[in-house]
């Protein structure tokens, strides 16, 4: 799962949230770059990343 935001220590606990269900938890950066890279026509709009 993708996370981003402007607070680093919410993100270190989003990610050990989302670690701790089995999720695994890539961060994007601050909300400008992540919501920029995941907007529709964006490299990440779409695919499937799945880690096996």
Request: glycine share 14%; aromatic share 6%.
């Amino acid at each position: 799962m993708f996370v981003c935001g402007d607070d680093s220590e919410a993100k270190k606990t989003v990610s050990s949230m989302l670690a701790s269900t089995g999720f695994c938890p890539i961060d994007l950066g601050d909300l400008v770059q992540g919501g920029r890279i995941q907007q529709f026509g964006a490299p990440l709009a779409g695919p499937n990343l799945l880690a096996l």
